[in-house]
């Protein structure tokens, strides 16, 4: 009967005629990309639950629309996820050309997935103009997603990083290690949450906590294994089964995302919370989200960062749009911008040394925000485990923890 | 509308059983099965979907059965239906919103009473929002089912002669209550099962409701597959799809179980008709007292979340204990009021589109019943309803893939369409009872006047009618609106609606920006219940027997 079904199915996806072999571009010959570009009209499927971000996509789309000729339209996710699942569909359906995406926002677990289905397009991201100035030295997320090896599938946009907040008319001296963080709950319980995993920021939370407490952290860097699992994460367990009675709600309840982090905050139901973006805080306080007094800081010991990154899908429609868009997010003139707390705050992908004196002056005039640390008080950002790690680390969580033993 | 419905079931079956070409699945298999019921949250989700779907539809439908039974053809009766229509266009995710910021420990109830009365210079830790046994979702799910339930009834009413039915009851001395109850329920009930079973299976598979006000260590498990699905981890779309088909028998056996109590009530309640009890004028004062003190706090939570909403889009900082802002700014409105018109007016578009086909597809088909003396086969029936009862995000990914292969996709026609296999339904559903329950003899007597079966229909059936119509399109239109899943899948992104927009936007959790879209949401939804509601009062001022029975 299924088989039956599928085989109709089947016919209908067939009986549409397949759009013309397209030639691919290839962003060596930049003279052509740009010419093809003209008139196009790239679908850009990014996370829209931010008015910041919202606003700088726009001023991104209106730049291109400018210089090139292309259109811009920002198709709002609440999940990435949403992106990954429309190409999937239009794989199922035989629809190799022509898809609804040109480009993603994505990173880590969502770029593992689409690289390993060979749902990309590329490799393409090196070969743009705009990448001899990308920091790979400095910065090694943008060449490797959470240790997986980017291959030019996608090109980074922006540097994100764990960092704690704390109102500091409430608390003044926060935990600044995860050990002193146990002992800090201990003494005010029901005052620190995180997002219950795998919400992305919940899971990194995990993974902050075995960096700093598994007795060897080099072994995160390589898949996962029964033995290496064991030893790395013991510690992390033990230190949950600690932590969790002294949780907001007693770790009966778990907010389920980072933005739900910052209304508790707000709301006074607690004084220590985390953040993936360094500027968080500051734009949540021009916006009213959060009292002025509200502070920023990372552990002693550092803290996990990485890159995000912008991929086209394997059957895109506007892939020369797209790439001439791309290689827009990583000139100077969009990195400046994106880094000014005022816009969004987002750390760049650019090697400032690299930069002419007037793109590095656009750097020098931004102001920090209120709640923002300088890039020297960030500090060097610890890698990402392997995707894999995130896995276990998420299953485990949810039998020990997620399901209300 | 088999196609879609067979290719929605098809999406979701195929991966549950291991088929998905595109993720490397193309063998049959029961490993999606395995690795679903390995999950230690199971039985505890798979029980809490099950109660919460059981209790807050009971509740609802008690609610709404006491406050018409003590009630209906009273002044405070007449208030009650005025409440309506605010109540239904608020959007559920809005209305879970204002509801969580009303009860939650920091929320407006306890900042009304901090510290002076409680002594809180910081909020408690308690769990009242996302308790393991799922009240507050229980109170969330029935704050907006009791007016859907209110609204169907109110439809039915107008068809049963209910007044008549009661004033013969109370002449032989029955109480008002038990009267009502006795002769009136048992012909309402047969008009309105449909609706309660559509709210049951809504309640049993809910996800944004149950995302903001359900517990989750676990959640239940419609949100479970909801997670899986999202997952980056694509190897759990299959349990995700095996899920969403054990979510589809649970919802089933759900409305097998009320099958059963409907017939444990009915055997009872046979008994207790039979017995002749009169009722007690006492009994009577309490049950009437409870059903409106019920009724008035679901719809005062309603109507104080909106409020906190409104409170919210103009709020600058605003902390606990303040029971209002530090102060108020336009800032919100302005920055998101421009970006609405846009959205604003596809929304429209769209949900008047949709609805009108919808209406137009409903009433064929009821005419036709009609003239023909057509009895509609159950199976049928069960095709059309298997929209609302297959969890959307499972039965859509199907339905994806259909409209990208056949090209139809991508645009405001392709949305609409999508937008119809829900939309059809609920206005089947709002309609099909009243219709049929229209007293025929009118139809005899009109044609014996000389009047040609077309001319009955738009002279006499309809206008008598008009009220079922226009709520059944009402209906149709909030469900247009408030539509997220298929308007972004079938829409390919490119179609960008109120509700596509606030649920993007809301995902950054500012409340100013949901209480700003919250409130433009409702404005899209509100016009065509009030005008459900209004015309017929109008247009029937001199008509009173056709404004109720």
Known sequence: MIRHMLTSLAAVAIAVPLAAQEVMPDPKAWGDVTAAAEGQTVYWHAWGGSNSVNEFIAWAGDQVQETYGITVEHVKLKDTADAVSRVIAEKSAGKDAGGAVDLIWINGENFAAMKDQGLLFGPWAESLPNWEFIDVEGKPAVKSDFTVPTEGLEAPWGMAQIIFYHDSSRLDIPPRSIPALRDWAQDNPGRFAYPQPPDFLGSTFLKQVVLELAPDPSVLSEPVNEANYVAATTPLWEYLDDLTPNLWRGGAAYPQSGARLVQLMNDGEIDLALSFNPNEPSNAIANFELPDTVRTYVLEGGTIGNASFVAIPYNANAKEGALVLANFLMSAEAQARKSDPAVWGDGTVLALDKLNAEDRAKFDAIALGVATLAPEELGQSLPEPHPSWMVRLEEDWTARYGVGQ | ?549
């Open chain 2, 1 to 549: 509308m088999l196609g879609p419905v067979l290719a929605g079931l098809l999406g979701t079956l195929a991966p549950a059983f291991g088929y998905m070409p595109a993720l490397g699945g193309t063998t049959f298999s029961l490993n999606a099965f395995e690795a679903l019921f390995a999950w230690p949250g199971l039985s505890s989700a798979v029980g809490l979907s099950l109660g919460v779907g059981l209790a807050s539809t009971a509740l609802s439908l008690a609610i709404v059965t006491l406050i018409c039974a003590g009630w209906a053809d009273t002044r405070t009766f007449a208030m009650v239906e005025r409440l309506l229509s605010p109540l239904l266009s608020v959007p559920h995710a809005a209305a879970a919103f204002g509801l969580a910021f009303l009860i939650a420990p920091s929320g407006w109830i306890a900042r009304g009473l901090s510290p002076w009365a409680t002594g809180w210079e910081q909020p408690p830790d308690l769990l009242i929002l996302q308790d393991p046994a799922g009240l507050s979702l229980i109170f969330g799910l029935v704050t907006k089912e009791v007016p859907f339930l209110l609204l169907m009834t109110l439809a039915a009413l107008s068809q049963v002669r209910a007044g008549q039915s009661l004033r013969v009851a109370q002449a032989l001395g029955y109480s008002r209550v038990s009267g009502w109850l006795k002769t009136v329920f048992p012909l309402i009930y047969r008009q309105i099962r449909l609706p309660v079973y559509a709210v049951l299976a809504f309640s049993m598979s809910v996800v944004d409701v149950a995302i903001i006000l359900g517990p989750n260590t676990p959640s239940t498990l419609a949100v479970q597959v909801v997670r899986w699905m999202n997952d980056p981890d694509l190897a759990l779309r299959f349990q995700a799809a095996a899920g969403a088909v054990l979510q589809l028998g649970l919802v089933i056996a759900g409305l097998g179980l009320w099958r059963g109590l409907e017939m444990a009530v009915a055997g009872i309640g046979r008994r207790w008709t039979a017995s002749g009890a009169r009722g007690h004028r006492v009994f009577d004062q309490g049950v009437r007292g409870l059903a409106l003190g019920l009724g008035a706090v679901a719809a005062i939570a309603v109507i104080a979340g909106l409020a906190g909403q409104v409170a919210w889009s103009f709020a600058g900082l605003w902390q606990f204990p303040d029971l209002l802002p530090d102060g108020f700014t336009f800032r919100n409105w302005q920055r998101h009021g421009a970006r609405l018109a846009g959205p604003g007016l596809e929304t429209l578009t769209i949900a008047a589109l949709s609805t009108g086909l919808a209406l137009l597809l409903t009433l064929a088909c009821l005419e036709a019943e009609h003239r023909h003396g057509l009895r509609p086969a159950t199976r049928a029936l069960w095709l059309l309803y298997l929209p609302l009862i297959v969890p959307q995000i499972a039965f859509l990914a199907g339905f994806q893939t259909l409209s990208i292969s056949t090209g139809v996709d991508g645009g405001r026609m392709a949305v609409t369409l999508a937008h119809l296999v829900f939309v059809l339904p609920y206005v089947f559903l709002a309609l099909a009872d009243p219709w049929r329950a229209w007293d025929a003899r009118q139809d005899t007597v009109a044609r014996a006047l000389g009047a040609g079966p077309d001319r009955v229909l738009w002279m006499v059936r309809l206008p008598m009618l008009l009220r079922p119509v226009l709520t059944a399109a009402a209906v149709g239109f909030a469900v247009s609106v408030g539509q997220y899943l298929p308007t972004l899948l079938v829409g390919a992104g490119r179609v960008p609606t109120l509700t596509t927009e606030a649920i993007a936007l809301a995902s950054g959790g500012d409340r100013r920006v949901i209480g700003v879209y919250a409130l433009a949401q409702m404005g899209a939804a509100f016009a065509p219940f009030a005008l459900a509601v209004l015309l017929p009062r109008l247009i029937w001022r001199n008509r009173k027997g056709l404004l109720n029975g």
